[in-house]
């Protein structure tokens, strides 16, 4: 069949206009493709753009068009829409996006951060109760939420995400736990929640130390002779 074809359009244009022929075609069938590429672009270029802008009626309309709410919108950190909304403090947009048909919470930045992180690492309660009214997950692998409302000392989260299941002695990769993140850092207030809600002061991470040994190394002694105090009260050293 294909030679049939070859020789009844070589009849029909001789080779030279056959060959030319071929290539028109070729190029007439990668245009689809092409065109969708270039939509798909400029539909990328505009979702961060409605973001950074926090244009929620210009979301609402690329959400109407069909355009994915997951979609990658700062493409060096691998962030979605809803991660850059919490980043860019763009609440109208976050609003939109948080109730969007098909959205996944849950998904990760090129870091490992999720929406939910970014909320807590940012002191953001108004997201970060947001984000768990819609049952985003406070737990996973890695760093967590937790890690980062408390090691800035953000009280306020750290209560939200416990009452929301979050693993009070989670482990970061290094098996740092929230309560050695708020004693290196010195949040004295965030150690005592952490501590009364039953982390285990005792546990070590990767390098062997523990919440007293951080908050000695760097030089909050205040904390570390509370938690001294309260492991001997308990009859654990």
Known sequence: MPNLFNRTVNRMYGHAQFSAFFL????????????????????????????????????????????????????????????????????????????????????????????????????????????????????????????YAAAIGNDEIVQMLLDASAYIDAGSPNNTTPIMMAARAGKILTVKLLLDSGADVTLKNDVGMTAIDLARKFEHDDIADGLTHRLKQAGKL
């Open 24 to 147: 028109l075609l070729l190029a007439l069938a990668c245009l689809p493709s092409v065109s969708f590429a270039s939509g798909e672009s400029k539909n990328a270029d505009a979702f961060a753009k409605a973001v950074q802008l926090d244009d929620a009626r210009g979301m609402k309309a690329l959400l109407a068009a069909g355009v994915d709410p997951n979609l990658i919108a700062q493409k060096q950190r691998g962030e979605t829409g809803l991660m850059l909304a919490v980043h860019e403090e763009s609440k109208k947009v976050f609003a939109v996006l948080l109730n969007a048909r098909g959205i996944d919470l849950n998904l990760r930045a090129r870091n490992g951060d999720t929406a939910l992180m970014i909320a807590s690492y940012k002191g953001d309660a108004a997201a970060v109760k947001a984000l768990l009214d819609k049952e985003a997950e406070p737990n996973n692998t890695g760093w967590t939420a937790l890690h």
